[in-house]
């Protein structure tokens, strides 16, 4: 079974404040994924990576950053917290093409649900 | 411009009742199109994906149908029970030509609640 784990299930932090969300994933899967989940804009892509140290913004990039220094681990950075980042982060991990075909099976970690006072 | 709507935006209905939840989607070059279920405070699992030459597919209670002349997908739950309660996202993936990714498309979901 596909393990994709998340740091926090809840987080409060402060505007202004660093914060760091952790995504570590099992099944040696080369893509990884930040997304945030708001209601009624559903899931959007933040940031992914397809291979170490290489990342591609997604839809959503403005405010955050993101690292992956070794394939099990992706970590979405928001340099500056502000209150407009309190949502749902979702990470997910998928592995390549080569082994997936052309589906690109996504597999979700649990959230973090990250409110900004 | 890709999009995925989905239909209706939120259901109630009573427990052991079918229900159908739709999904269309204008989305080129198609590749794929998946259903996740989410569970509230949870992020998704997948139900099924289907590619362009699949027209049903199934997953125990849960029934998807894909018409890729009309771009529309729909996702059947028969007898629901109160474990149904949760989004059901509809999510299209655009075939890509370069990069290691395709392009995926999140619908906003359908929250079914299933009452006793």
């Known amino acids: 079974d596909v393990k994709v784990t998340q740091s926090s299930r809840y987080l409060v932090k402060r505007t202004g404040e660093k914060v760091f969300l952790e995504c570590v994933q099992d099944m040696d899967h080369e893509n990884m994924f930040w997304y945030r989940q708001d209601p009624g804009l559903g899931l959007r892509l933040i940031y992914f990576?397809?291979?170490?140290?290489?990342?591609e913004k997604g839809d959503i990039p403005e405010g955050y950053s993101v690292s992956r220094e070794k394939k099990e681990r992706f970590s979405l950075i928001l340099e500056s917290a502000s209150t407009n980042q309190t949502s749902m982060y979702l990470c997910?991990?998928?592995?390549?093409?080569?082994?997936?075909?052309?589906?690109?099976?996504?597999?979700f970690g649990p959230g973090t649900r990250l409110t900004v006072t | 411009k890709n999009q995925v709507e989905q239909s209706p935006q939120s259901l109630i209905i009573l427990e052991g009742k079918n229900c159908t939840l739709q999904c269309n989607y204008t989305v080129s070059p198609f590749s794929n199109l998946r259903w996740y279920k989410q569970d509230t405070g949870r992020g998704p699992v997948s139900l099924t994906i289907?590619?362009?030459?699949?027209n049903t597919k199934s997953n125990g209670r849960y029934t998807a149908t894909l018409d890729a002349d009309t771009k529309q997908s729909s996702l059947h739950i028969t007898a629901s029970q109160l474990s149904d309660s949760a989004s059901y996202i509809c999510?299209?993936?655009?075939?890509?030509?370069?990069?290691?990714?395709?392009?995926?498309?999140f619908g906003k979901g359908t929250k079914l609640s299933v009452k006793p």
């Open positions: 990576s397809y291979d170490v140290k290489m990342k």
């Open positions: 289907m590619t362009f030459s699949e």
């Open positions: 997910a991990s998928s592995p390549p093409r080569r082994t997936s075909g052309r589906i690109y099976e996504q597999y």
């Open positions: 999510v299209v993936s655009a075939s890509s030509y370069g990069g290691s990714q395709g392009n995926l498309i």
